[in-house]
């Protein structure tokens, strides 16, 4: 089996990468925090000191980085993949970040003889365990197909969305449009509850109508159960990345700016230390009176 290096081992990568050990890949393994490498390093992966380190030992460096400057310092800082002198030359880079970065780092990059795969996650630090995210992945279709079995381990459903670049644009508009829907959800569910219905009544309305979907499923469990998982949710900041890019391109985006304004309430009012439902939950018992402004 291939070597591969895998750089960012946190929740979300750090799943990733136990998959791709699974499947039989040999790992190489970088995270500024050494502790979030250990788990792998005691399953078999190796730690190095830096990306430059990771690509030499490597066939393929694959990443998931949390922010756009993280994303710059892999591939173009000091200790960077473009001082590799030997090794891989191709980078797999599933960081939730903006378009602009990853098509800068191809172009620094591309001038040491490298090529990129951009890509996106879908799903949760769960589903990243059980090897059930879906992937989209953007780049040269040759390139895509290749390295396709090493992408199996770690999603359920893997689509190839064009060109570089596009695989940020899906995964900010997979954010947006979530973040539609949990708002929208739960505006429902909580004017539906003032007029007398419940919200296991509501659900089970849902699960009998052309609307129901896994992940609209997902949604009214948690609203149900009131089981909000206590972490911080990412979507505020790809939605962020979307609503700017939209900006640049002169495309209205409403629902979606006030998606991002409710997550702004949340934030200020302390109540975004939540999954996204969590905090859409309890930005609304907020603004229907139910809950004190902390």
């Not at 393929?60 to 949390?66: A, I, T």
């Not at 909580?190 to 659900?203: D, I």
């Amino acid at each position: 089996m291939a070597t591969l290096g895998f750089i960012g081992t946190g929740g979300m990568g750090g799943g990733m990468a136990a998959n791709l050990l699974k499947a039989g890949y040999r790992l190489i393994v970088n995270d500024l925090r050494r502790e979030v490498t250990r788990n792998l390093e005691s399953q078999g992966a190796e730690f190095k000191e830096s990306p430059r380190a990771v690509a030499e030992a490597s066939e393929l460096v694959l990443s998931m980085l949390p922010y756009n400057e993280a994303v710059k310092e892999v591939g173009l800082g000091r200790g960077g993949l473009h001082e590799a002198t030997q090794g891989a030359k191709v980078w797999m880079d599933f960081s939730s970040i903006d378009k602009k970065t990853i098509l800068d780092a191809n172009e620094g990059l591309a001038k040491k003889g490298w090529k990129l795969l951009d890509a996106s996650a879908g799903g949760v630090e769960e589903q990243a365990a059980a090897g059930t995210l879906s992937l989209y992945v953007s780049g040269q279709r040759g390139l895509f197909d290749q390295h396709m079995q090493v992408l199996q381990p770690m999603g359920k459903k893997i689509v190839y969305v064009g060109e570089l670049g596009n695989a940020k644009l899906v995964k900010n508009a997979m954010a947006m449009l979530a973040a539609i829907q949990h708002f929208g959800v739960v505006e429902i569910f909580t004017w539906l509850k003032k007029g007398g219905v419940s919200e296991e009544t509501f659900h089970n309305v849902i699960k009998n109508s052309q609307s129901y979907s896994e992940g609209l499923e997902r949604i009214c469990q948690a609203l149900v159960t009131r089981k909000f998982k206590p972490r911080k949710s990412w979507m505020p900041k790809d939605v962020g990345f979307g609503l700017e890019m939209a900006k640049e391109m002169e495309v209205p985006t409403p629902f979606s700016a006030l998606a991002y304004q409710l997550f702004a309430i949340g934030q200020a009012n302390g109540l975004d230390g939540y999954e996204a439902t969590g905090i859409a939950h309890h930005v609304y018992e907020l603004l229907a009176g139910e809950k004190k402004k902390i």
